[in-house]
T-cell receptor
Framework: DAKTTQPNSMESNEEEPVHLPCNHS???????IHWYRQLPSQGPEYVIH???SNVNNRMASLAIAEDRKSSTLILHRATLRDAAVYYC?????????????FGTGTRLTIIP | DTGVSQDPRHKITKRGQNVTFRCDPI?????LYWYRQTLGQGPEFLTY????????KSRLLSDRFSAERPKGSFSTLEIQRTEQGDSAMYLC??????????FGPGTRLTVT
């Protein structure tokens, strides 16, 4: 599985935008970039995914570099509820790529 | 849609005992996954089912572990002769085809 690299931790002030980076220099052409987050004492929660183009949904935006070797998850206005561990995961589309391979993620702390 | 449920939420057992966990996926989701998470780490894949067929097992799933999904609905994960190293959070997830995975709250196992 292609690997991702994320900072161990980040801090952000409440109500400000947050940019969470992820490097994936060995990404293959068929790998989707997925983001999940895990709030304290809960199971992981899907956030967003994309292939080449930038993506937006109600939770966040995903900005993908033109060479696809990196991506950034953007939370437009952080709230205290966004404090969580954020995981950047590459996932292929072929048979045998069902599982999610989690790293250690980025622990995001929101400062009130 | 009530989400993925897991039972029990917490289990304390003595070393050498057998334990069984249950996962009820979101109805109509054909894929079901089991993951294990230890403190400070991201979840690790254990196994997955497509309907009632178990299609992939991780090397983490030793002979003491067995999972079933009879009739393609709920799933059970059994651990025989538990060891202290089995202490972890056991997470279940379900999905429709290869779309986003929805996780349950997990079963926390403590082996004393």
């Amino acid at each position: 599985d292609a690997k991702t690299t994320q900072p161990n931790s980040m801090e952000s002030n409440e109500e400000e935008p947050v940019h969470l980076p992820c490097n994936h220099s060995t990404i293959s052409g068929t790998d989707y970039i997925h983001w999940y987050r895990q709030l304290p004492s809960q199971g992981p929660e899907y956030v967003i995914h994309g292939l080449t183009s930038n993506v937006n949904n109600r939770m966040a935006s995903l900005a993908i570099a033109e060479d696809r070797k990196s991506s950034t998850l953007i939370l437009h206005r952080a709230t205290l509820r966004d404090a969580a561990v954020y995981y950047c995961i590459l996932r292929g589309v072929n048979f045998g790529n069902e599982k999610l391979t989690f790293g250690t993620g980025t622990r995001l702390t929101i400062i009130p | 849609d009530t989400g993925v449920s897991q039972d029990p939420r917490h289990k304390i057992t003595k070393r050498g005992q057998n334990v069984t966990f249950r996962c009820d996926p979101i109805s109509e989701h054909n894929r079901l996954y089991w993951y294990r998470q230890t403190l400070g780490q991201g979840p690790e894949f254990l196994t997955y089912f497509q309907n009632e067929a178990q299609l992939e097992k991780s090397r983490l799933l030793s002979d003491r572990f067995s999972a079933e999904r009879p009739k393609g609905s709920f799933s059970t994960l059994e651990i025989q002769r538990t060891e202290q190293g089995d202490s972890a959070m056991y997470l279940c997830a379900s999905s429709l085809d290869m779309l986003e995975q929805y996780f349950g709250p997990g079963t926390r196992l403590t082996v004393t």
